[in-house]
């Protein structure tokens, strides 16, 4: 601690030599008494922190503690915010900026990376126009680039991030590539202004662990490469504890513990970060019947799922080619059972759930209940009482013009139109308390009138199962079910999840890439690569033994057991 009491964030191997005494290098930024509110309400109080030249900063926190309020608030871009405090930036206080001054800032000396390249690129301008525009308006001030000297600088900033093919990136849009490849396009634009400090706010959410590892490795070789500091948002304590020198806690708009990333991970001394430490989710599943004792409920044999494609030239003005995406999967589902399926981005786990719930054409055997998908809706109404899906993102599967009742009872009117308003109600409040929403009668009538924006990502995801499960399915596909949730709230989902099975025998198809979710939740495992089940078994022979070398792959870029 210095003479103010503020963290002595940079090491003293810092120091610069003059001709008589040493000299602390100063911070490339320091924090002093940030404060956030909005009006009048205070929801940042007093932050203290600094970032040295090079070094690597996870500010850690769930959702709601703050922390990316605070990061966006150093460049200014909270709408409507009141800041109070400094940010010095090399001795220059960012808060107190002109707006041209902070303009030449942005994207110049401070860069960032926001957490959905989806929403953050612009989907009219191609990826290698995006990054131009950038080096053309950030470079003007210290070098004049042409056209061709700016296409060509994007394709080097895309090499630089690894991407395969960066000239065909560089010509698509946004909705062309995959997740992964848009969040290295926002990367390279992020860098295009050769920033001092980037920051990344949560850059590996919506990445499979594969991609996170690769992302992460990326950001840390640029950042030792340029020397720039990196500030990570982040609520993945498993990103920190592979990524960062220092750590900062955050809860409710408060630091509550900061230090190195081994002090504050090995050594903990605020039970907030001991809460965040401890919130890995927990394996507490009732063991799945044996197969010889019950029927399955769900079989697959061969099972093949294919999209058509056209062939370039005059051939496709005559026939059609076809992609396959999965490639004779087999497998069953028991009574319940939860059927883990794990694999990468494009590894063809989406397109089989979307086979098993009846909502693309398949090639193969595919029975629920003993009875197939068929081509006559009426038929299907049937089977889909017996299974029902749960989205990744309840944000955006859940409709934002239909209130909290509406979204819950829509599977009644729908398979029991004879009910009457009132007993539909009863049935909408009996599915909300099932999954933790509503305590006594009035709280319970009061959220029935709630939209979905009114809820907190945790309590979403929970309305997204009543709505699921109201009409009394025998098999749930959960597909991606907290991947959007903090460790916390994560924990509490699959914990009900879990309850959810024991009380009621559902059987899970649990679609996932976090194989800590799938050690958690899963009695048996598919591992899909390319479309192809290159593993299957028990999920602890599975997860312990690993026999293929995807799956192994797999299973290190994980969390440590």
């Not at 800032?105 to 950038?134: H, K």
């Not at 899906?389 to 409709?399: I, N, T």
């Not at 009132?422 to 029935?448: H, K, W």
């Not at 649990?510 to 048996?524: C, E, K, Q």
């Amino acid at each position: 601690m210095d003479g103010h009491g503020w963290p002595d964030a940079c090491p003293m191997t810092d120091l610069l030599m003059t001709d008589t005494n040493p000299v602390a290098s100063v911070p490339l930024l320091q924090v002093r008494g940030l404060t956030v509110s909005f009006g009048g309400l205070s929801v940042v109080h007093g932050l203290d922190f600094e970032i040295c030249a090079g070094q690597k900063v996870a500010l850690v926190g769930e959702s709601g503690s703050g922390k990316t309020v605070s990061a966006l608030s150093l460049l200014r871009l909270v709408p409507d915010a009141i800041l109070g405090g400094q940010a010095l930036l090399n001795g220059r206080d960012l808060l107190s900026m002109s707006v041209p001054e902070l303009r030449a800032v942005r994207g110049q000396e401070v860069a960032m990376i926001f957490q959905e390249p989806m929403t953050a690129l612009n989907p009219l301008m191609t990826v290698g126009d995006q990054i131009t525009e950038v080096l053309r308006l950030k470079r003007a001030l210290t070098q004049t680039l042409s056209q061709a000297q700016s296409e060509q600088e994007a394709l080097l900033l895309l090499d630089d991030t690894g991407i395969e093919q960066p000239q065909r990136c560089a010509a698509s849009y946004p909705h062309q590539l995959s997740g992964g490849q848009r969040q290295r396009a926002m990367i390279a634009m992020a860098l295009a202004g050769r920033p001092q400090l980037l920051l990344a706010d949560e850059p590996t959410t919506a990445l499979d662990v594969s991609l996170r590892g690769q992302i992460l490795d990326l950001l840390a070789r640029l950042q030792a490469s340029r020397g720039m500091a990196v500030l990570l948002i982040t609520h993945d304590l498993n990103l920190v504890r592979r990524f960062a020198d220092r750590v900062i806690v955050m809860e409710r708009g408060v630091i509550v513990e900061q230090g190195t990333a081994a002090d504050v991970l090995l050594h903990p001394q605020h039970r907030y970060t001991r809460h965040l430490i401890g919130s890995r989710p927990e394996r507490d599943l009732v063991p799945a019947p044996s197969d010889a004792a019950t029927p399955a409920v769900m079989t697959a044999q061969g099972l093949r799922v294919s999209y058509p494609t056209r062939y370039s030239g005059v051939c496709g003005w005559f026939k059609r080619g076809e992609w396959v995406a999965v490639h004779g999967a087999d497998f069953e589902l028991h009574p319940g059972q939860t059927l883990g399926l794990m694999g990468q981005s494009g590894s063809g786990k989406t397109s089989l759930a979307l086979a098993v719930l009846g909502l693309l054409p398949f090639a193969g055997q595919l029975q629920i209940a003993g009875q197939s998908w068929s081509s006559v809706a009426a038929h299907n109404q049937a089977l889909r009482l017996r299974v029902q899906v749960v989205f990744q993102d309840p944000f955006s599967s859940l409709s934002p013009r239909m209130t909290t009742e509406e979204i819950v009872g829509e599977g009644l009117q729908v398979h029991a139109p004879e009910l009457s308003r009132a007993q539909r109600r009863r049935r909408v409040l009996a599915a909300l308390q099932s999954v933790g929403l509503g305590g006594c009668d009035a709280e319970a009538e009061q959220l029935l009138l709630r939209y979905p924006h009114e809820f907190s990502g945790g309590q979403r995801q929970r309305l997204a199962i009543a709505r699921a499960l109201i009409i009394q399915p025998d098999i749930l596909v959960l597909d991606e079910p907290t991947s959007a949730l903090d460790v916390t709230v994560q924990k509490q989902v699959l914990q009900l999840l879990q309850g959810l099975q024991r009380d009621r025998g559902l059987s899970y198809l649990l679609i996932t890439h976090d194989v800590d979710v799938i050690r958690a939740m899963a009695h048996d495992v598919l591992v899909m690569k390319d479309g192809v089940v290159v593993e299957h078994g028990p999920v602890d022979d599975v997860l312990a033994r690993p026999r293929h070398d995807y799956t192994r792959l797999l299973v290190s870029t994980a969390s440590p057991s």
